[in-house]
DNA sequence: TATGAATGAGGGTTCATTCAT
DNA sequence: CATGAATGAACCCTCATTCAT
């Protein structure tokens, strides 16, 4: 990569970055392209050589956070040597839950923006490294030897809405109970959902 | 109730229900306040002898609006003569998804808007009518006397959360399939929610 | 009229002369609002309650500026006691061509954007005044009892069009000549064209 | 011409075509050297190695294209066999303005910008090839040997000043009639002209 | 109570121009 | 000669809010 491409990498990311800090501070609607460039250090135009508007960057920002979200956990869950189909799930889950705990405003970021939408898009158009791991780790909980799914998308997708709905309010208000109280009766009903998928 | 109440009354129900037409179609967010009291034929000075803001009246509205979606549920229950509890859940969610089918905009609004703290303070503090109803039937399912649920308010919060994030993404953009081939797989998943809860 | 609305019409009329002055000083295209409403003493905001953009105000200055124009040369006419039909035409072209040498950036600023499509919105839908006197002006011209023309609005066309294009070269820029030696050559060829629209 | 030297004057005029017509298709003012460049497949700075700004490529484009609009009309004359000064003139008018019926927007953009100042610019400074062919033409209809004109400047600025300011309105807007009703009052008027500066 | 003219800060966006490569 | 990333001033326009009527 030349110096000049690095240079553009670093532009691009610093935006990403300082989008990101202010997103989940601020919130998207209280945010300009103003205090994104300023936070970054460049200048207005800057912006608009690398994004179409807030919201192309915002699309952006949720792929890239969900993709990081999802690496760290299945790294850990590569060192756990967990290889139960229930036990991985309940693991991934359960890492994830525990990133928001440490990181209530990217649990807000994500919960707020993540479509299925934009969940396949990055699956099928990874726009950076990050989402290509994401595909990854999604291809190989679908196509396991072990066992066999019903409708596998449906169940991700029913375990990733349950989850992120739960804990946004569960994490961020306490309501209708914390995330510690609320987590057996979460786990219970995601095996609940596991099993109905098994053939 | 005086002539110049009623008044009062007709006045802060067109610019909710402006506000909500406006909301529903052009979103939060591209909706100003001058577009309300435009389509209310109010002048603007008005607005701000009901409501604090946009967001004020935003919230007012969620409570009614959902309010007026689970009494219509309710009601078609009450006729149906149905008394089996997994079948009466059931019956409420068939019902309110139906409606979101035929009123998708509804739904984008309930779904991004309705968070269980608005939900828990419209029952504490009803604003209205509808909202007093509603606190009626939300009792009328806890406190039955044919079973006895184990925290039945995180049982009500799981399955709206799961329900509601579900449909979004469902009905709105048939992703990942369409509410039709959803709906077997949701209704197992709640019946299974609602088991756990039971002792 | 109450005293709001006199107030209004002053903030209007203020904002057309203060765009007048500005687009003849420096042209339409390096006035921006902001300048406007500067020299205005309003607010930004104010401008838009007024007139939908720089382009609206421009069409109502032309149609206003060029409707004194002709009444003020109308205005003189009548007090010279001419009544020949040619003589009328010169002394009318004659007087406004003495106008634009007194107020050369009138001039260019009419000359660059009246067209006759303007010219003919504003005799049918007069937006002021001095546009009604305009009105009566040109149908007073072309509906004499004295004599009749053939086809008189190409023929008053033909005149205004000789007369402006040709004015813009010659009092701005004396070029090829300057409007006095210019004149003796545009008077003859104005009672060509009158004299070829007489039957 | 060297090789070098002819990979500069394509992309001049690579240049000149894309503004050219960008200029007529889009306005001027709507119109950047970012849209300039694009079209031409050069960078953006490279325009600034060719013309100052914007305005300058305009005013050698009217140059140009007025040159080579005459140009075109005089090659038809000479296959025409055309001697009569009346009947030069006039041909000459007409082909111009079939010209411009075929391309409005030539029509727009030269009426708008040709002033006298560019268009004797354009004789005694030629920039181009086109140009120079022009001052041929402007000359050989001045020094005739058959007729001595008085002021044939002037006669030929009325002509031009009149043709373009008329035939715009009727070519483009039909107003006040079109230009097939316009051109028989037209052409008698021109002859007017012409026959008064004839000795 | 109700009005709606007025405000002016601040939003998003564009673009001519520069300059290191 | 040619490039095109970067700049940042300047643009237009919106809008929540106020306040004299």
């Given at each position: 990569?030349?110096?000049l491409e690095?240079?553009?990498?670093?532009?691009?990311?610093?935006?990403?970055?300082?989008?990101?800090?202010?997103?989940?501070s601020?919130?998207?609607?209280?945010?300009?392209?103003?205090?994104?460039?300023?936070?970054?250090?460049?200048?207005?135009g800057?912006?608009?050589?690398?994004?179409?508007?807030?919201?192309?960057?915002?699309?952006?920002?949720?792929?890239?956070?969900?993709?990081?979200?999802?690496?760290?956990?299945?790294?850990?869950?590569?060192?756990?040597?967990?290889s139960?189909?229930?036990?991985?799930?309940?693991?991934?889950?359960?890492?994830?839950?525990?990133?928001?705990?440490?990181?209530?405003?990217?649990?807000?970021?994500?919960?707020?923006?993540?479509?299925?939408g934009?969940?396949?898009?990055?699956?099928?158009?990874?726009?950076?490294?990050?989402?290509?791991?994401?595909?990854?780790?999604?291809?190989?909980?679908?196509?396991?030897?072990?066992?066999n799914?019903?409708?596998?998308?449906?169940?991700l997708f029913?375990i990733?809405?349950?989850?992120?709905?739960?804990?946004?309010?569960?994490?961020?208000?306490?309501?209708?109970?914390?995330?510690?109280?609320?987590k057996?009766?979460?786990?219970?009903?995601?095996k609940?959902?596991?099993?109905?998928?098994?053939?």
């Amino acid at each position: 990569m030349s110096k000049l491409e690095l240079n553009k990498k670093q532009k691009r990311d610093s935006l990403l970055e300082s989008a990101f800090s202010l997103f989940t501070s601020k919130g998207i609607n209280n945010t300009s392209i103003s205090d994104i460039v300023k936070q970054s250090g460049v200048a207005k135009g800057t912006f608009y050589l690398y994004f179409k508007d807030k919201y192309d960057i915002r699309n952006m920002l949720i792929a890239r956070k969900a993709s990081q979200l999802f690496s760290k956990a299945d790294d850990a869950l590569m060192k756990s040597g967990i290889s139960n189909i229930f036990d991985e799930i309940i693991f991934l889950v359960d890492n994830i839950i525990n990133q928001f705990c440490e990181n209530k405003s990217l649990l807000a970021f994500i919960s707020k923006n993540l479509s299925w939408g934009i969940f396949k898009t990055s699956l099928i158009n990874p726009s950076d490294d990050s989402e290509v791991y994401f595909y990854n780790i999604y291809s190989r909980l679908i196509n396991r030897e072990d066992v066999n799914f019903v409708d596998p998308e449906i169940m991700l997708f029913m375990i990733i809405e349950l989850v992120s709905s739960t804990c946004y309010s569960a994490i961020l208000y306490s309501e209708p109970v914390g995330i510690a109280e609320l987590k057996p009766y979460l786990f219970d009903n995601i095996k609940s959902i596991i099993k109905r998928h098994l053939v």
